[in-house]
Nanobody, 126 residues
Framework: QVNLAESGGGLVRAGESLTLSCAASGRTLSSGARGWFRQAPGQEREFVAAITRRGRTVYADFVKGRFTITGDNAKNTVDLRINSLKFEETAVYYC????????????????????WGQGTQVTVSS
């Protein structure tokens, strides 16, 4: 079992940038798939970005080059850099991981992940 802990959230102004970090303990993140999701108030959790087991990066369509997901194997972390934040991107951002053997599941689906962090709040002021 892996323990995931997000950090880096906070209050920012629209147009500013932020880097979220997810630190893992108990397992090596790079041995599985890892991703970021977000959930705005009153809305369902939605996919943001992921790194598959084979190291391929996947992004949601709305990212449009503003988000970058990176894995740091030495630190056992997965980071999400967000540029040009928008007011409507206020949400709780969650880190997720999956270590299913032989998995070819959809990296954009929340059901593909077994382990989740507690989330970090990102609030964007207009």
């Amino acid at each position: 079992q892996v323990n995931l802990a997000e950090s880096g959230g906070g209050l920012v102004r629209a147009g500013e940038s932020l880097t979220l970090s997810c630190a893992a303990s108990g397992r090596t993140l790079s041995s599985g798939a890892r991703g970021w999701f977000r959930q705005a108030p009153g809305q369902e959790r939605e996919f943001v970005a992921a790194i598959t087991r084979r190291g391929r990066t996947v992004y949601a369509d709305f990212v449009k080059g503003r988000f970058t997901i990176t894995g740091d194997n030495a630190k056992n972390t997965v980071d999400l850099r967000i540029n040009s934040l928008k007011f409507e991107e206020t949400a709780v951002y969650y880190c997720a991981a999956s270590f299913r053997s032989g998995s070819s599941s959809d990296p954009t689906a929340s059901t593909s992940y077994d382990d989740w962090g507690q989330g970090t709040q990102v609030t964007v002021s207009s």
